[in-house]
């Protein structure tokens, strides 16, 4: 299975942009990228999923280089309810939805 | 996006006791869901998968014949944590797959006295 590596944490402020990366170096072929949000008390809410170059939905960017050894989630404008927890899972073949540890977001006024 | 839901949300039992927590899938028909266990401050971590019609596969370090996994339709999947003690007090979550992606439910917190 592709193991992920993220920060443990991060800060930003009201209005910026924020940008967690995730470092996984054995992916596969047909593995996907997919992030995961996640609040107190509450089921992870799937927020993209890509498997090359660039994914962009209302929410988030995600873009992920040619080796797809890492990708980038990319959050415009961050506020206050953006502080939560962040997953990068690799997805294989539609089985083993493995969490790593998560990215523990703070947005600051 | 498919809907999930769990139930309860949340439940206190006595130690020794079991307690069953069930998954639907609501506007979708699901041959695999999964269930997690989420500890404060840590990540979710799979317990099983849990296969419509047949057996659930559990991951490594997990008992199966503590915590139960019935599968009997495909819009419906229960966790049973049998003989419960204070050290299973944990946030459950459960999950159905659709495709490539992974839709959870609100997840149960489970209280054992």
């Known amino acids: 299975l592709a193991k992920t590596t993220q920060p443990i944490s991060m800060d930003s402020y009201e209005g910026q942009e924020v940008n967690i990366t995730c470092s996984h170096n054995?992916?596969?072929?047909?593995?996907?990228i997919t992030w995961y949000q996640q609040f107190p008390s509450q089921g992870p809410r799937f927020i993209i999923q890509?498997?090359?170059t660039k994914v962009t939905n209302e929410v988030a960017s995600l873009f992920i280089p040619a080796d797809r050894k890492s990708s980038t989630l990319s959050l415009p404008r961050v506020s206050l309810s953006d502080t939560a927890v962040y997953y990068c899972l690799v997805v294989v073949n539609g089985q083993n939805f493995v969490f790593g540890p998560g990215t523990r977001l703070s947005v600051l006024p | 996006g498919a809907v999930v839901s769990q139930h309860p949300s949340w439940v206190i039992c006595k130690s020794g006791t079991s307690v069953k927590i069930e998954c639907r899938s609501l506007d979708f028909q699901a041959t695999t869901m999964f269930w997690y266990r989420q500890f404060p401050k840590q990540s979710l971590m799979l317990m099983a998968t849990s296969n419509e019609g047949s057996k659930a596969t559990y991951e490594q370090g997990v008992e199966k014949d503590k915590f139960l996994i019935n599968h009997a339709s495909l819009t419906l999947s229960t966790l049973t944590v049998t003989s419960a003690h204070p050290e299973d007090s944990s946030f459950y979550i459960c999950s159905a797959r659709v495709d490539n992606e992974q839709f959870f439910g609100p997840g149960t917190r489970l209280t054992v006295l």
């Open positions: 054995n992916i596969a072929t047909n593995d996907y």
């Open positions: 890509g498997y090359k």
